[in-house]
């Protein structure tokens, strides 16, 4: 790998255009908060994730990048190589955003794979294999879980009908509007989904904010991602009866929210880490009928598990069910694992890249695992994978105080447009 940087590619980079796109792309389900922060809420497969999509088609074919969508809307933006036939680098991440998002979280590994590519184009950097930029559909899992949809489909890791009946809180079933969806890009090329013709990419390199705030204390310019921790997602149903709160006694109830009390508080016992490495969430809550003065009859909730360690992740994981149902009193229990992604950790490849870029940029570049997880962990069995993070003001992610300085994504843009120049080259 080269470990000189190559001159007219990086100051091709441009910090203003990259920034401006971003805050282009964060008008499209933009809003402020209470406490003045500007965040977004871009949920897939709606009319403003439909909008960001247009936007970068349009800033794609200005570019002259040819552009196509698979069966599960994941959408490529293609620069040809020399050599059309050799296997692509593929970069990207994805444009949809949590509820509650900020103007950062997946959208800048995209924004920034089109800038390094452009940025390529216009200093006539040649490429012998073509690079595209992808936008993984619904990778935060906020409307449909769970998250990571469209590279998991893409890697084969999951059929892609597996979650058509998947409904959101209105009851929209995740395969209807992904027909609608898709109906809405008639006019966009068509791709086979998954690997063409059997050729998996040469590489893929995700750019991602870190979201944690590990870069920031260090003062690290660069993030080479190291690998993934594992997650598992399970949603918990409790059944018991709904009755009237004035006259049914407690001794007669089948309480659902007080044995999910009893359900959270057992996990909480065996989820203790007194390291503090596993993380364990309880986010989502529904209870019906969810009124004052009804006891409920239906509790359900969500559990989000993670952990580098698979010899931790997976007992863990597994020994849930059991310590639901012995802790619960009168309810019955039904639970369903909605995601299972097993920790990772890349291969030297792009990690090393990213370093060897970042080096030969004058950039200050620090290898760290990542703690969310990314579109990067399923097509690490696909190809030789990374990620390139950059710092995010105190770590703030999921929210909308999440902020990164232009001058760090320009840098990450940087580092990008050379490791892309490099792989691609290979
Ligand atoms: C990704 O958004 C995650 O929850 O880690
Ligand atoms: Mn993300
Ligand atoms: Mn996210």
């Known amino acids: 790998m080269p470990d000189t940087v190559a001159p007219n590619l990086v100051s091709a980079v441009s910090e203003a255009r990259q920034w401006q796109r971003l805050m282009e792309m964060a008008a499209l389900g933009g809003f402020t908060d209470p406490g003045g922060h500007i965040g977004v809420n871009r949920a897939c497969l709606t009319e403003n994730d439909r909008k960001s999509r247009r936007l970068l088609i349009s800033w794609a074919e200005e570019a002259g990048l040819s552009v196509s969508v698979d069966a599960l809307g994941n959408l490529f933006l293609r620069h040809e190589g020399s050599d059309p036939t050799l296997a692509p680098v593929l970069t990207g991440s994805h444009m949809d955003s949590q509820p509650n998002g900020g103007r950062f979280d997946g959208i800048w590994g995209v924004i920034a794979g089109l800038e390094a590519v452009q940025a390529l184009r216009e200093a006539g950097v040649a490429t012998k294999r073509p690079i595209e930029v992808v936008a993984w559909t619904n990778e935060e899992g906020g409307r449909y879980a769970p998250g990571c949809m469209g590279s998991m489909a893409y890697a084969a890791y999951r059929t892609p009908d597996t979650w058509n009946a998947v409904t959101d809180k209105n009851g929209v079933p995740f395969g209807d509007a992904l027909a609608e969806h898709l109906a809405s890009e008639s006019d966009i090329a068509r791709r086979p989904l998954g690997v063409v013709d059997g050729v998996a990419p040469y590489a893929y390199v995700e750019g991602h904010i870190e979201q944690g705030p590990t870069l920031e204390l260090q003062d690290a310019d660069i993030g080479v991602v190291t690998g993934i921790q594992g997650s598992r997602w399970f949603l918990v149903e409790l059944t018991g009866k709904s009755d009237h709160a004035g006259t049914t006694p407690v001794g007669l109830r089948r309480d659902a929210v007080q044995d999910m009390v009893r359900a959270i508080t057992a996990l909480n016992a065996l989820m203790h880490d007194p390291t503090d490495t596993l993380r364990f969430t ?59 992604a097993t920790p990772t950790v890349f291969a030297p490849l792009v990690p090393d890249a990213v370093e060897a870029a970042a080096r030969a940029q004058g950039l200050r570049a620090l290898r760290l695992p990542s703690g969310a997880f990314h ?26 105080a999440e902020y990164s300085e232009p001058s760090a994504l320009a840098a990450g843009a940087r580092v990008l447009a050379q490791v892309l120049t490099d792989l691609a080259n290979h």
Do not use: Y
């Open 282 to 340: 309880v986010a989502s809550i529904e209870v019906e009928p969810n009124t004052s003065n009804s006891v409920a009859g239906i509790a359900r909730f969500t559990i989000d598990l993670r952990h580098p360690d698979n010899s931790i992740l997976q007992p863990r994981g597994n020994a849930i069910d059991g310590v639901i149902q012995a802790a619960v009193r009168h309810c019955s229990v039904k639970l369903t694992e909605r995601f299972h």
């Open 375 to 400: 579109d990067a962990q399923f097509m690490h069995p696909l190809c030789p994978t990374g990620m390139i993070f950059v710092p995010c003001r105190a770590g703030v992610s999921h929210h909308p």
